[in-house]
Nanobody, 124 residues
């Protein structure tokens, strides 16, 4: 059974940085995509970034150039480095994984496991 536990959220001012972490257990292969999603209350959960095969990454247009996704397989941990944060980045951020091999689907319905989320708040 895969378990995902996020941490690292908090409150920052516009232009600040945060690093989110997601510790994965029961998860052994980098061929399974790990991704970050975010959700604002009342809106749909949207994918922020994904990583598979250690080096294949993809990003939503709204975070390109500001956020970087990475994973440390030795620590079974996924990261999201967030720079130049904006108030529009305020959301609950979730870590997710899928059992699909070698691909990070954009659709949240194709992810099988989710963490409990960590709140990010950016003030102007």
């Amino acid at each position: 059974q895969v378990q995902l536990v996020e941490s690292g959220g908090g409150s920052v001012q516009t232009g600040g940085s945060l690093r989110l972490s997601c510790e994965a257990s029961g998860y052994t292969s980098s061929r399974y995509c790990l991704a970050w999603f975010r959700q604002v209350s009342g809106k749909e959960r949207e994918r922020v970034a994904g990583i598979v095969n250690d080096v294949r990454t993809n990003y939503a247009d709204f975070v390109k150039g500001r956020f970087t996704i990475s994973r440390d397989n030795a620590k079974n941990t996924l990261y999201l480095h967030m720079n130049s944060l904006e108030p529009e980045d305020t959301a609950m951020y979730y870590c997710a994984s899928t059992v699909i091999l070698d691909y990070c689907p954009p659709d949240r319905s194709r992810y099988n496991y989710w963490g409990q989320g960590t709140q990010v708040t950016v003030s102007s």
